[in-house]
């Protein structure tokens, strides 16, 4: 059977994407590939068994992200205080939405971008988002 083992985005600046993941989402670099024109970062922390894998092709352009991407998700304990550090650092985070059907609650989240303009969203840990 297959295992997700990561997901990777392309990044412009690859300092200033290394410092939001970090702490915005308590990444840190697990393994670290540097070739002459381009490098593979990973980033994990304890709660994850999966990598986001940063590419840094040295010198191109800022990337644009088609259609076809969506967000990558993380869950939270307190999505309130996630959302108070977001803000305090500066980085924007969109307002706490609810989502419910036929009176229940099924999520609680936000949406951030990172210095790339990739969306993530956080949900707070409740039912299938853990």
Known sequence: MA???HTMVRVHDLEKSLAFYRQALDLDVAHRLDFDDFSLVYLRNDENDME???TWNKGAEPYTHGSGYGHIAVA???LDAEHEKLRSLGYAPLDIKEFSREGQLLARFFFVLDPDGYKIEVLQRHGHYQ
């Open 76 to 78: 939270v304990d307190d």
């Open 3 to 5: 295992k997700i083992i």
């Open 52 to 54: 986001l894998e940063l």
